[in-house]
């Protein structure tokens, strides 16, 4: 519902242009969000390996669940009945759903786009099932998060014909216009996605086309995906300005890593989600200042220290490497929460070292020092002015 | 060390032998024991799923390792040099170590028992290893626990012959004795083991034996395995009444549901190990007074009542049973820690229930109401006197 969420600018990029990060307070039904945020990822209403404490004590403030998945198990329906999304995982705190047009786009063979929506079938059982911008609404109202997502058509942004987004894009405009009308929930957001693939006309367009709709918060979608650091940061660079003068969140679905965080908040954008810190800590993958810790290697099987010295989390505060290598080695159920909580307490405390930096006016300054954090070796560092 | 504990009863068993129940405070270097009382195994340095703030929220007091495996891996020396096995897994309660004897007998055509001790293959690669008396001895020294166990030569208690009980038996001892020679850890407790299989003489004559030697605590070994509940009863009759003056604590190795840790606790047992409830729980079986709950059954699907309704553990104070039925069917890491949460608070509450009852001198007259809460539906309910 247009109107069912406050978005406050607390600190504006500088004047001088030296970085576009800014500094909000997304006031939802379940709670503040500080933005430049986070959003760890419960596919399946539950952040894998985690409770709801495991993600608050990892300073998580708001989660994304996802449509297509609860829609198909355990069913939107059967999770209204049990009193919404929020009573059923118990998690007090904000949710954002976001659309399934992304899970239901990328099943190949398995789905059928037509102008009226996507027909699909089940990565469970084969079952087939119909999504339209109203079901996707109705499926959101029912889960009961605090920002529903208009359906979108996504596409791989660099391997996709020009015909192929325009098309696409064309389809998400339809599309969001219908979400918008679809849309009911009282004390539910909506935001809409901007596409457009790489295409900067295109993109420029559909910023426009999307932000002239009541949303309550504008996507970009079709991005994380098959581009490289320097084309998704074009593509941001275009999306961005056409919402200079918006007063709405900007959140970029998808990105994941520190460096890629860092990057796209100094462009300008307010929100993420990535099921990456989650992912790569299930295979070991640790994320400490500077760069990665591969905790499968044998050199940390000896080692007493904790996997990173000044890190408040789960793991790091009471067991060390030679502890969780262990742990993996034996393949236990531990080791995987454990990881889980450092990559993603690591991830909510680097957002935090961002807004700490937008909030004293030295983002720009810091970009270097942040930059090593993220261990970022390579890549795009162009400055913002000139994109 | 004998004398690196101290066992106190607090409440003998009643003069009228309607039970032979008691309660009793066993002082070990890192804390107090109230028994009975049952202890979570740990494998692998971790109660499977759980951190050491869920087994303490469960309400364990002292837990299991395994010597054999964490002598497999990551290796007793690497445990020592990371400062024993307390600070490895972060558990600063006691531990009780087993001897590893079980283990290794277990493995089949991959050991071979001698005299001086056994040759086995490593179940994870193959490789070639040999526990001693001595060595086992050592390898929990090296571990640090808070009780180190006798290795000892267990044998299928139903299917095994007279002779090769009795021939196991007798190397038991010779082994208790060296295992005894061999021990030196300053504040490490050390309980010898009694075999002797079904075998009335053999078992009482290895009850005289063990509890003739200077042992911390006297465990019953050989039990929990192809025998009947009745053959269980009686053999454990059998070693009590050979130690019914005994001063330490009597622990009945790998028992396991609640019905069974009832009857046990009746015939005079104070300590209990299994991986049953953790183990069942993995696969959705769930605990409650009355009996099992199978949370993959379909029919919990939509039922927002918790698994118990007046139990504090953190599956149930907090989730439904329709969410934890998703959470198994989405085979998510989350319902194996809520499950095992569960069981061993069930278990350990069950517990504390009978020390209640044995402090208040009523368990024989509540063992009615105990047994219905264990979902005990058949078996041997024979008085005590009666054996």
């Not at 495991?54 to 198990?73: Q, V």
């Not at 790091?316 to 742990?327: E, G, M, P, Q, W």
């Not at 935090?352 to 930059?371: H, Y």
Request: hydrophobic share 40%; aromatic share 6%; glycine share 8%.
């Amino acid at each position: 519902m247009p109107g069912a969420s406050r978005f406050a600018l607390e600190t504006r990029p500088p004047a001088d242009g030296s970085t576009r990060a800014r500094l909000g307070r997304l006031q939802l039904r379940h709670g503040v969000v500080e933005t430049p945020q986070f959003m760890p990822v419960g596919t399946n209403a539950t952040v894998k390996a985690l409770t709801p404490d495991d993600l608050h004590d990892a300073g998580a403030t708001i989660i994304l669940a996802n449509t297509y998945h609860l829609y198909l198990r355990p069913g939107h329906e059967r999770i209204a009945r049990l009193g919404g999304l929020h009573r059923f995982m118990a998690w007090d705190r904000p949710i954002l759903t976001d659309s399934g047009g992304f899970q239901v786009v990328s099943l190949g063979d398995l789905r059928v786009v037509d102008d009226d929506g996507v027909t699909f079938r089940s990565h469970l059982d084969g079952s087939l099932h119909r999504f339209t911008p109203e079901h996707a609404i109705a499926v959101q109202e029912a889960l009961g998060s605090d920002i529903a997502v208009a359906l979108d058509q996504p596409v791989a942004p660099a391997a996709s014909s020009r015909e192929l987004v325009a098309d696409a894009t064309e389809r998400t405009h339809r599309w969001a216009e219908r979400s918008l009308a679809a849309h009911a929930r009282p004390g539910q957001a909506i935001f809409g996605i901007v596409q457009g693939g790489l295409e900067a006309d295109l993109r420029a367009a559909s910023a426009r086309f999307i932000s002239g709709l009541p949303f309550d918060g504008i996507c970009l979608g079709g991005l994380a995906g098959d581009e490289t650091p320097e084309q998704r940061d074009a593509t941001i660079d275009i999306a961005v300005a056409e919402l200079a003068e918006d007063p709405r969140p900007r959140y970029l679905m998808g990105l994941g890593s520190p460096a890629d965080l860092l990057e796209a908040v100094h462009r300008g954008v307010d929100l993420f989600d990535s099921v990456m810190p989650a992912r790569v800590a299930r295979n070991g993958q640790l994320w400490v200042p500077g760069g990665k810790m591969n905790i499968r290697n044998g050199r940390y099987l000896d080692d007493p220290a904790p996997v990173q010295e000044d890190c408040p989390c789960l793991l790091c505060s009471r067991f060390s490497r030679a502890y969780l290598a262990h742990l993996f080695r034996a393949r236990e159920l531990l080791a995987y929460r454990l990881a889980t909580c450092h990559n993603l307490t690591f991830t909510l405390d680097f957002m935090a070292r961002i807004r700490a930096a937008i909030r004293s006016g030295t983002l720009s300054a810091s970009l270097p020092e942040l930059r090593l954090r993220a261990g970022r070796v390579s890549g795009s560092e162009a400055a913002v002015k000139s994109a």
